[in-house]
T-cell receptor, first 116, second 111 residues
Framework: GAVVSQHPSRVICKSGTSVKIECRSLDFQATTMFWYRQFPKKSLMLMATSNEGSKATYEQGVEKDKFLINHASLTLSTLTVTSAHPEDSSFYIC????????????FGPGTRLTVL | EDKVVQSPLSLVVHEGDTVTLNCSYEVTNFRSLLWYKQEKKAPTFLFMLTSSGIEKKSGRLSSILDKKELFSILNITATQTGDSAVYLCAVGNSGNTPLVFGKGTRLSVIA
């Protein structure tokens, strides 16, 4: 149980395009999902907390208009990187908290974004 | 400010060795401490600890929490090359709020 999927697993795009990443909880309902980015050999950096049916809470220094988050249902959150630039190239990981399971976050497999 | 510190930052051992990874924390309203293993992709969950002094075990891995000393260790016995990974410690201070992650310990097990 507690499986989280992400799609796509890898994306390569040109500078200036927008990229949407989906995060789904497959076998549980997730009222809260988190979005992280991770640079090579660095730790996870929390970008935002996504709550179903409400606006996401962004961490300091993360541009809301650049990284659009939508948590439309209890099993789906999306992150859209708008007008992507090469410095946005990174590994993006989502995690989900299952209601009633305390703090255990289950991570998706991640999406590697490369912006040319 | 909530803080999680892991040590050592990196470690190289030979197969068969036993290793101990450390995690200390300072958080308000502590709720739980979690250990994750990260190989090439996203972290996979290992343990969640909420009570002091109770050891959690899974095969060759075990972990224990000391809430008085604000400290946890992760032990791996009879290490194998497949144990090579970054081990992340994270602390939760209430349900559904972001975990605070340490920077991880990079373990390399050589044959």
């Amino acid at each position: 149980g507690a499986v989280v999927s992400q799609h796509p697993s890898r994306v390569i795009c040109k500078s200036g395009t927008s990229v949407k990443i989906e995060c789904r909880s497959l076998d549980f309902q997730a009222t809260t999902m988190f979005w992280y980015r991770q640079f090579p050999k660095k730790s996870l950096m929390l970008m935002a907390t996504s709550n179903e049916g409400s606006k996401a809470t962004y961490e300091q220094g993360v541009e809301k208009d650049k990284f659009l988050i939508n948590h439309a249902s209890l099993t789906l959150s999306t992150l859209t990187v708008t007008s992507a630039h090469p410095e946005d190239s990174s590994f993006y990981i989502c995690s989900a908290v299952a209601g009633g399971m305390g703090d255990t976050q289950y991570f998706g497999p991640g999406t590697r974004l490369t912006v040319l | 400010e909530d803080k999680v510190v892991q040590s050592p930052l990196s470690l190289v051992v030979h197969e068969g060795d036993t290793v101990t990874l450390n995690c200390s924390y300072e958080v308000t309203n502590f709720r739980s401490l979690l250990w994750y293993k990260q190989e090439k992709k996203a972290p996979t969950f290992l343990f969640m600890l909420t009570s002091s002094g109770i050891e959690k075990k899974s095969g060759r891995l075990s972990s224990i929490l000391d809430k008085k000393e604000l400290f946890s260790i992760l032990n791996i016995t009879a290490t194998q090359t497949g144990d090579s990974a970054v081990y992340l410690c994270a602390v939760g201070n209430s349900g559904n709020t972001p975990l605070v992650f340490g920077k991880g310990t990079r373990l390399s097990v050589i044959a």
